[in-house]
């Protein structure tokens, strides 16, 4: 079974810091995709940055970074220049491509708290 | 326009109590779901509907019943709500059953008193 491992319950950062959360997965699929849902106090779940597992690139979306490694099983969400706009809970999610399953695991979130 | 919406966004009901929580997306997707947040903010897939069809239906109680009446509505109707129900429900969607992103929406706060 799939599962989605974030070991950081709670981070903060300075404001215009960066910061890095971590997130690591379990799975024997060779195709899949990766996501970073930002979740502020509104409830609404936003997507941050996706990945796909086939391309080496890692994504960027503005002063949203990704370091993924496919080996390791590892994607790592790097925010640069940190906003206070950006305190928020943080997922970690995985998806297979495969007709296996259809459906979105995620981690159990990281909180991140921005510091003026 | 919101994309996927759903309705209410709050709902304080007492045990015992039959509820409905409407979701519809103007997306076009073929796929939608249902999600549970608990209180410790776990997310956990609840169904999963392609094309009106139903796809996963994990290990919910049968108190909890989907329905898609057409592939941009999904709905959640829950019977004899209990104390445990307490949680923030959510619907999304996605473009097929392979597609990438889901498209939330803003979330469903049960509060069984």
Avoid at chain 1, 44 to 61: D, P, S
Avoid at chain 1, 67 to 96: E, P, V
Avoid at chain 2, 8 to 31: A, R, W
Wanted: aromatic share 12%; with cysteine; charged share 20%.
């Amino acid at each position: 079974a799939q599962t989605v491992t974030q070991s950081q319950p709670e981070m903060s950062v300075q404001e215009a810091e960066t910061v890095t959360l971590s997130c690591t997965y379990d799975t024997s699929e060779s195709d899949y995709y990766l996501f970073w849902y930002k979740q502020p106090p509104s409830r609404q779940m936003i997507l941050v940055i996706r990945q796909e597992a086939y391309k080496q690139q890692n994504a960027t979306e503005n002063r949203f970074s990704v370091n993924f490694q496919k080996a390791a099983k590892s994607f790592s969400l790097k925010i640069s220049d940190s906003q206070l706009g950006d305190a928020a809970m943080y997922f970690c999610a995985y998806r297979t491509i495969s007709n296996t399953g259809n459906q979105f695991y995620f981690g159990t979130g990281t909180s991140l708290t921005v510091i003026p | 326009d919101t994309a996927v919406s759903q309705t209410p966004k709050y709902l304080v009901t007492q045990m015992g109590n039959d509820k409905s929580i409407k979701c519809e997306q103007n997306l076009g997707h073929d796929t939608m779901y249902w999600y549970k947040q608990d209180s410790k903010k776990f997310l956990k897939i609840m169904f999963s509907y392609n094309n009106k069809e139903l796809i996963i239906n994990e290990t919910v109680p049968n108190r909890f019943s989907p329905k898609s009446p057409d592939k941009a509505h999904l709905n959640l109707h829950i019977n004899s709500l209990e104390l445990g129900d307490s949680a923030v429900y959510f619907c999304a969607s996605s473009q097929s059953m392979w597609g990438s992103e889901a498209f939330f929406g803003q979330g469903t706060r049960l509060t069984v008193v």
